[in-house]
């Protein structure tokens, strides 16, 4: 075995040393045919060894603690990645003839050998050894055709090639089960960072799942083709669009419900001026910016402090764009006022166009609508906005997107 290895060895180390630059295209890729052949025998070669090692206790007699550690200082692996080898050992080793006969002919690979092994290990169980025969050369002439990915997917209904006489109950008895595992493992984790934010984990069941992709996948598409943000910033900025919805229809228990509450503690010289940091009612401080923004929409309570730090008021809610300013807005805007969006009033927050804390007041004239992503879009991004003289917003890009800074407005939903 050494020499044949060693003559294999040296043989890839010729072909690397070929210029394949100078193969026409029907060699190259009968090349990387019999290149993928060659690594899934030499993966089969490669698990009969490991199997052989485990079972005489190789790792065990020279001090490791298993076969997984003692391959993850040999071959230099990661601990998951040599744990993965030692199970596919053990599959393979388990699996049907046929199933290792197709791996070491380099027709599957060994993701598909542990799929096929798994199904048959189903089939069996559930229709008999007979079953499981014909299931082998099934999912073995679907692999030449499809990827573990796709294989595990039509081995679900393999029995209706193999024993179509069991298969709908089998079916039935698999998704109870299926959904049993979902009912128990359902779960959301969420660990506070230090400074704040939120760390969210979890698994839905799939009735959860379904909900929350459909709530939020309409809202994840990029804004334009000045969105920079990741899929995964969208698919955050659009949960939190999902939140906010729910807090404004009011319908939440009493205990909650609400928009964001900002306590805003302050110098009254300092007020009249500009908001400063402020603090979250559950601890988070935030930065000037936050305030500011999350003042357009939110229960600001602001606590002024004289000069001794005597508490002056507390708890006035005033600048709230609600009621019947926010009916009136939604009539004036219909939806997301910034250019090119779509974004319908309900995932709208109501934002001054001339801040609350630098005395802008609550009124029509002084407030538009804006959804979550560009709210923070124009707090942050150096936008300007203002009422053209037919009284509907228009907003002012910044300098660097257009020197000319010609106003521009939103056509969508005038054309709805």
Avoid at 27 to 41: G, K, P, Y
Wanted: glycine share 10%; hydrophobic share 40%; aromatic share 4%.
């Amino acid at each position: 075995m050494i020499d044949a290895l060693e003559q294999a060895e040296a043989a890839v180390a010729a072909c690397f040393d070929t210029s394949v630059w100078a193969a026409n295209e029907r060699d190259l890729v009968a090349a990387l045919d019999a290149t993928h052949r060659l690594e899934q025998r030499l993966a089969a070669v490669k698990l009969s060894l490991v199997r052989e090692l485990d079972g005489r206790g190789t790792a065990t007699a020279q001090g490791a603690s298993s076969t997984a550690v003692w391959l993850r200082d040999r071959l230099r692996l990661g601990v998951g990645a040599a744990r993965r080898l030692v199970e596919l050992a053990a599959t393979l080793d388990a699996a049907p003839v046929g199933v290792r006969d197709a791996l070491t002919g380099g027709a599957v690979d060994v993701e598909q050998v542990r799929v096929i092994a798994e199904t048959v290990e189903t089939v069996h169980a559930t229709a008999g050894t007979e079953a499981a025969d014909k299931a082998v050369g099934v999912l073995v002439d679907w692999a030449t055709q499809f990827d573990a990915t796709l294989l595990r997917k039509l081995g679900t209904r393999i029995l209706d090639h193999v024993a179509p006489e069991v298969a709908d109950a089998a079916a039935e008895a698999a998704l109870r089960a299926q959904e049993s595992r979902a009912a128990r493992d359902r779960h959301i984790t969420i660990s506070e960072q230090t400074d704040g934010r939120l760390r969210l984990t979890g698994i839905l069941d799939t009735e959860a799942a379904a909900a929350l992709r459909n709530a939020i996948d309409p809202l994840t598409a990029p804004t334009g083709p000045d969105d920079t943000r990741t899929p995964g910033q969208r698919r955050h900025d659009a949960l939190a669009d999902v939140c906010r919805l729910a807090l404004r229809t009011g319908e939440l228990p009493e205990n909650g419900g609400d928009l964001a509450q900002v306590v805003v503690t302050t110098n009254y010289d300092t007020l009249t001026r500009q908001v400063g940091t402020g603090a979250l009612d559950i601890g988070p401080h935030l930065t000037p910016e936050a305030v500011r923004r999350l003042a357009c929409d939110a229960g600001i309570l602001p606590a002024v402090l004289g000069g001794a730090g005597q508490v002056l008021d507390v708890g006035r809610q005033r600048r709230l764009i609600s009621g019947p300013l926010r009916r009136a807005l939604v009539l004036r805007d219909r939806g997301c006022a910034f250019p090119g969006c779509d974004r319908p009033p309900r995932w709208c927050d109501g934002h001054h166009i001339r801040h609350w804390a630098d005395g802008g007041d609550t009124s029509l004239d002084n407030a538009v609508l804006l959804c979550g992503h560009h709210h923070r879009h124009v707090h942050h991004g150096g936008w300007a906005v203002r009422l053209g003289g037919d009284g509907h917003p228009e907003f002012v890009p910044p300098a660097w997107l257009d020197p000319e800074q010609l106003p521009r407005r939103n056509h969508y939903h005038r054309r709805r």
